[in-house]
């Protein structure tokens, strides 16, 4: 039993512990409210020592929870209309076990590539300005097969590296159906923690979870998306949030060109 949890924690020190948590926390709140959280948790595994295929793996086990906890909060407070977020979700779980099955196929030095270009394109698209426009409630009849195709495409992208997941959201979500920003954030927790379940299953069938970092690095995800999920955020606020990780994130690039 000894050997197992000392095999289980192997490679986490005290330091690496409290990166996990408090790193962890910021995702989990930005996941919630807006999107990037995972750019800035990847990069952490990876400069913790996990190769790349790992880290990618072992962060789909903070984003479960992370989801978990954000969907739970949310029906508590009384989310609505969670019929028609079923009927988006099953064009991207089938996706997302197709993209984790594409991202078990994949090398170190071509995921590290596109990890590093798919940071900057969504660090861009997180700080053009969201438009206003006019919402309304989301009915199973504006569900069209277009929006199928895209919520398959989501699902491909998400099971295959999650970064930058909730940009793609809201194009198609507030841009395209033009669902209210605050049910946007339920929809997309919710479709995330659906995609996520099985994409983890197909990292855990082929050994590149590491549970220790995990479950730490899910501890601060779900303290943030606790938070995250019962904060209203003013958009001057999600300007701020924006900013700061889009600076984090340039720091992080910056570190993977030069290691």
């Known amino acids: 039993m000894t050997s197992g949890v000392a095999e289980l924690a192997a490679g986490l020190d005290v330091g690496s512990v409290l990166a996990l ?16 959280g995972s750019m800035l948790t990847l990069p952490l595994l990876m400069f913790l020592g996990l190769p790349p295929g790992q880290a990618n793996a072992t962060n789909r086990v903070a984003i479960v929870l992370q989801s978990a906890t ?18 988006l979700a099953l064009p991207a779980v089938v996706g997302a076990m197709l ?59 998400g099971g295959f590296i999650q970064v930058g997941v909730g940009v793609l959201f809201i ?28 994409a983890l299953a197909v990292f855990v069938f082929d050994g590149q979870v590491r549970w220790a970092f995990g479950l730490v690095l899910a501890i601060g995800n ?28 340039f720091i992080i690039v910056l570190r993977l060109l030069l290691t």
């Open 171 to 198: 194009v198609v979500l507030y841009r395209l159906l033009r669902i209210d920003l605050t049910q946007v954030n339920v929809f997309k927790v919710f479709i995330v923690l659906m995609y996520t379940l099985p």
């Open 21 to 36: 948590i408090a790193l962890g926390g910021v995702a989990g709140f930005i996941n919630v409210l807006s999107a990037g």
């Open 222 to 249: 779900m303290s943030g998306a606790f938070l995250g999920a019962r904060v209203n955020m003013s958009p001057a606020g999600a300007r701020w949030v924006k900013w700061l990780t889009v600076v984090v994130i």
């Open 70 to 87: 954000a969907t739970s909060t949310f029906l508590r407070a009384g989310a609505h209309n969670m019929g028609v977020a079923w009927r």
């Open 99 to 157: 993209g984790a099955w594409m991202a078990t196929r994949i090398s170190a030095e071509a995921f590290e590539s596109v990890l590093i270009v798919v940071m900057v394109v969504c660090s861009v698209l997180m700080l053009l300005p969201t438009p206003t426009l006019d919402t309304r409630e989301l009915t199973k009849e504006r569900i069209t097969p277009t929006v199928l195709v895209a919520m398959f495409g989501i699902g491909i992208y």
